[in-house]
C-alpha cells in the first residue's frame, strides 16, 4: 500500500505560482497519481493525473520524476477561489480490487 | 457531465437509529462506487468499495454488519449506517467510476450527527 506525505500546509499571494510536492515511496508499476481539491464540507474535486513524466490540463501541471516516488503539483497563478486542501491519491489495482490511500492533504492558503 | 449527487446533505439521527445515504451518478453508468468517511480536519478514509450486482470490499477495521453497502444498479448506491452511535458522526463521501476510467466523481458529502 502506498502511503503520501505531503506539506501541512502553505501559504502564496496571489498570482504567484504554487507548487506542492508529495511523496510515495513505494508507489508500484500500475499505480497511479491523482490530485483532488476539496473546499469544506464538499466532495473533493478531480484536478490532475499522471502516470510519469508531465501532464498538464488547463488548471494545473503534474510533474512526475522518472522513479515515480514524487509528484509535483503546479498551481499557476493562483487567485483566493483556490484556498482549499489539496490531497495526492495512489490508486492502484482493478477489476473490483483497489487500494486508495489518501495523504494528510496540504491545506493552501492563498493571500491576497 | 460526470456528475454524482448524495441524498441527503445532512442528517440528525438519535442514537440507536440507522440511516441511509444514497449516492447517485446522474449522468453516467457506474460500475464501481467507493465509500469515504472523513473527520473533522482528517483526510479521507476509504470505507469500501463497491461493484455493481456484488457484495461490497470492505476495508480493514470497518464493520460490515454495521455499515451496510448495497450497489443495486448502475446508477445507486447506499450506505445504511445502523444502530448509530455518537462516534459514527462524521462526513460520509462517495465516488463513482465508469468503466475502466481511472478518474473517480466524488459526490458532494452527507454530514452525520448523530446525538
Known amino acids: 500500500l502506498a502511503k503520501t506525505t505531503q506539506p501541512i500546509s502553505m501559504d502564496s499571494y496571489e498570482g504567484q505560482e504554487v507548487n506542492i510536492t508529495c511523496s510515495h515511496n513505494?508507489?508500484?508499476?500500475?499505480?497511479?497519481i491523482t490530485w483532488y481539491q476539496q473546499f469544506p464540507s464538499q466532495g473533493p474535486r478531480f484536478i490532475i493525473q499522471?502516470?510519469?513524466t508531465k501532464v498538464t490540463n488547463e488548471v494545473a501541471s503534474l510533474f512526475i520524476p522518472a522513479d515515480r516516488k514524487s509528484s509535483t503539483l503546479s498551481l499557476p497563478r493562483v487567485s483566493l477561489s483556490d484556498t482549499a486542501v489539496y490531497y495526492c491519491l495512489v490508486e492502484s489495482g482493478g477489476a473490483g480490487s483497489y487500494q486508495l490511500t489518501f495523504g494528510k492533504g496540504t491545506k493552501l492558503s492563498v493571500i491576497p | 457531465g460526470a456528475v454524482v449527487s448524495q441524498h441527503p446533505s445532512w442528517v440528525i439521527c438519535k442514537s440507536g437509529t440507522s440511516v441511509k445515504i444514497e449516492c447517485r451518478s446522474l449522468?453516467?453508468?457506474?460500475?464501481?462506487m467507493f465509500w469515504y468517511r472523513q473527520f473533522p480536519k482528517q483526510s479521507l478514509m476509504l470505507m469500501a468499495t463497491s461493484n455493481e450486482g456484488s457484495k461490497a470490499t470492505y476495508e480493514q477495521g470497518v464493520e460490515k454488519d454495521k455499515f451496510l453497502i448495497n450497489h443495486a444498479s448502475l446508477t445507486l448506491s447506499t450506505l445504511t449506517v445502523t444502530s448509530a452511535h455518537p462516534e459514527d458522526s462524521s462526513f460520509y463521501i462517495c465516488s463513482a467510476r465508469a468503466g475502466a476510467s481511472n478518474e473517480q466523481f466524488f459526490g458532494p458529502g452527507t454530514r452525520l450527527t448523530v446525538l
Open positions: 499522471g502516470y510519469k
Open positions: 513505494n508507489i508500484a508499476t500500475n499505480d497511479y
Open positions: 449522468d453516467f453508468q457506474a460500475t464501481t
